[in-house]
């Protein structure tokens, strides 16, 4: 993985994070709506802070211009480009406790395929989400009391008049939405269908 490629530097350095909540995992799935993330780090001695390797330098500006300022687990978070070209990982048979993950093969991407419609659809944090891949057998109420299980209030709902398999769901604030796209991105609602849950555009 060539570090340097399009536009410069694909590591972001993101610091001010909330150390007691946040996880590799939950890093890649935030960063993940602006770009394939491939390596997440969180700094062993510094474990309010982490860097993250995109698949390229156009992805790496994306996050950092959309998710900076942004709040995350009650903190505000600062993202910036890193010096680093590339994110180590950790030597064969170290224990890093985990805090070292290669998402490279992720099959969670959203942008591996060129031409993707995932690229069309790239907005800022909002307080509104937008769900797709819903299974027939899910009704409103099912993903409101999903949704308000991530800690937030659900303020509206409404499925897509054509497709009942997409929705929009609105939470108080863009901080709660937020939490719920980490937490429910890729959530299996039954029938083989995992919700998939990115930022919208359009207000309920």
């Known amino acids: 993985?060539?570090?340097?490629?399009?536009?410069?530097?694909?590591v972001l350095l993101v610091s001010n994070l909330n150390e007691e909540m946040v996880t590799p995992q939950s890093?890649?799935?935030?960063?993940?709506?602006y770009g394939d993330v491939q390596r997440v780090k969180i700094l062993y001695n510094k474990k309010d802070s982490a860097l993250i390797q995109m698949a390229d330098g156009n992805?790496?500006?994306?996050?950092?211009?959309?998710l900076n300022g942004q709040k995350m687990y009650g903190k505000i978070i600062r993202v910036t480009l890193s010096k680093h070209q590339t994110v180590q990982l950790p030597r064969e048979g170290l224990d890093d406790q985990g805090l070292?993950?290669?998402?490279?093969?992720s099959p969670l991407h959203r942008f591996k395929k060129p031409g993707s419609k995932n690229f069309q659809n790239i907005f800022p944090p909002s307080a509104t989400?937008?769900?797709?891949?819903?299974?027939?057998?899910?009704?409103e109420e099912d993903l409101r009391t999903l949704f308000a299980n991530t800690g937030g209030t659900v303020k509206a709902f409404k499925f897509f008049?054509?497709?009942?398999k997409m929705a929009l769901l609105q939470m108080a604030t863009v901080e709660e939405a937020i939490q719920a796209l980490i937490d429910l991105h890729n959530y299996n609602l039954g029938e083989n269908h995992h919700l998939r849950v990115s930022f919208s555009k359009s207000t309920i």
Not at 1 to 10: D, K, Q
Not at 27 to 33: A, D, I, R
Not at 59 to 66: F, G, I
Not at 100 to 105: Q, S
Request: without cysteine.
């Open 100 to 105: 070292t993950k290669d998402f490279g093969n």
């Open 27 to 33: 890093l890649f799935t935030l960063f993940g709506v």
């Open 59 to 66: 992805q790496s500006q994306l996050a950092m211009n959309h």
């Open 1 to 10: 993985m060539p570090g340097v490629s399009a536009g410069g530097n694909t």
């Open 129 to 139: 989400l937008h769900l797709s891949n819903i299974p027939p057998s899910v009704a």
């Open 161 to 164: 008049q054509r497709d009942h």
